[in-house]
C-alpha cells in the first residue's frame, strides 16, 4: 500500500479550510482516512494558528515511505521539518525569454524563400 500525506479539503463554500491526512494514493481526494495529522486554514490571520501538525507523526510517515503532495511539502518546509521526501521546487534562475533577434532571424529566413 501507498502512502501520501494530502490535504483533505472541509468547510463550507468561499471558507474552505483542510486536514492534512496520511491517505492511501488510490483513495479520491476527500475519501478515507489512515491518520489526521493536524489542519491548515488559509483564511486564518494569526501564522502560528494557520498551519497546526503533529509534526512527530508526519516524520514517522515520510520515515516508512509515505509521499507528500506539493503543497504538504511546502508547508513542511515553512514550518521547519526537512526530509528527503520533500518535493520542492529546485532554487536557481527562472528561464530568460527568448531573445527578439532570434525572432527577427526566423522572420527573415521565412520571408527569403517567398521573395526569391
Same mark, same amino acid.
Given at each position: 500500500?501507498?502512502?501520501?500525506?494530502?490535504?483533505?479539503?472541509?468547510?463550507?463554500?468561499?471558507?474552505?479550510?483542510?486536514?492534512?491526512?496520511?491517505?492511501? @494514493?488510490?483513495?479520491? $481526494?476527500? !475519501?478515507?482516512?489512515?491518520?489526521? &495529522?493536524?489542519?491548515?486554514? *488559509?483564511?486564518?490571520?494569526?501564522? +502560528?494558528?494557520?498551519?497546526?501538525?503533529?509534526?512527530?507523526?508526519?516524520?514517522?510517515?515520510?520515515?516508512?515511505?509515505?509521499?507528500?503532495?506539493?503543497?504538504?511539502? @511546502?508547508?513542511?518546509? $515553512?514550518? !521547519?521539518?526537512?526530509?528527503?521526501? &520533500?518535493?520542492?521546487?529546485? *532554487?536557481?534562475?527562472?528561464?530568460? +525569454?527568448?531573445?527578439?533577434?532570434?525572432?527577427?532571424?526566423?522572420?527573415?529566413?521565412?520571408?527569403?524563400?517567398?521573395?526569391?
Amino acid at each position: 500500500m501507498s502512502v501520501k500525506l494530502r490535504l483533505k479539503r472541509m468547510g463550507r463554500s468561499n471558507r474552505a479550510f483542510f486536514r492534512l491526512n496520511a491517505i492511501d @494514493s488510490r483513495s479520491p $481526494r476527500d !475519501g478515507r482516512v489512515i491518520e489526521q &495529522l493536524g489542519h491548515y486554514d *488559509p483564511r486564518e490571520k494569526d501564522q +502560528a494558528k494557520q498551519f497546526v501538525a503533529d509534526l512527530d507523526r508526519c516524520r514517522y510517515w515520510l520515515d516508512h515511505g509515505a509521499v507528500p503532495s506539493e503543497t504538504v511539502s @511546502s508547508l513542511f518546509k $515553512r514550518n !521547519g521539518l526537512e526530509h528527503k521526501h &520533500l518535493k520542492l521546487p529546485k *532554487p536557481g534562475k527562472p528561464k530568460a +525569454a527568448p531573445a527578439p533577434a532570434a525572432a527577427e532571424k526566423t522572420a527573415d529566413a521565412a520571408a527569403a524563400p517567398a521573395a526569391t
